[in-house]
Nanobody, 114 residues
Framework: QVQFVESGGGLVQPGGSLRLSCTAS????????MKWYRQAPRKEREFVAR????????DYADSVRGRFTQSRDNAKKMTFLQMNDLKPEDTAVYYC???????WGQGTQVTVSS
């Protein structure tokens, strides 16, 4: 079945960096656009980033553009989210998924705090 396994979260100070990873399985990764979402406490899940099948087109939420970079490795069926200059408002559980699927992984917790 379709699965997404996120990792790489943790506790980081404001201004710090983290790199999230997502391993996908159960579908043809090469033809799927991949997306990252996040959900902060008491808030709705929100879009963060999307990368197309070629890896050349990337879209970002306004709140993270210029600080976050998504990439993908089709051979490994993985997508990544490099997060720089982290802010307390980036604190959330981060999830990855693919276009056309409603499946979610367990997510990875990112906490930005001094």
């Amino acid at each position: 079945q379709v699965q997404f396994v996120e990792s790489g979260g943790g506790l980081v100070q404001p201004g710090g960096s983290l790199r999230l990873s997502c391993t996908a399985s159960g579908f043809d990764f090469r033809i799927a656009s991949m997306k990252w979402y996040r959900q902060a406490p008491r808030k709705e899940r929100e879009f963060v980033a999307r990368i197309d099948v070629t890896g050349r087109r990337r879209d970002y939420a306004d709140s993270v553009r210029g600080r976050f970079t998504q990439s993908r490795d089709n051979a490994k069926k993985m997508t990544f989210l490099q997060m720089n200059d982290l802010k307390p408002e980036d604190t959330a559980v981060y999830y990855c998924t693919a276009d056309g699927f409603t499946t979610w992984g367990q997510g990875t917790q990112v906490t930005v705090s001094s």
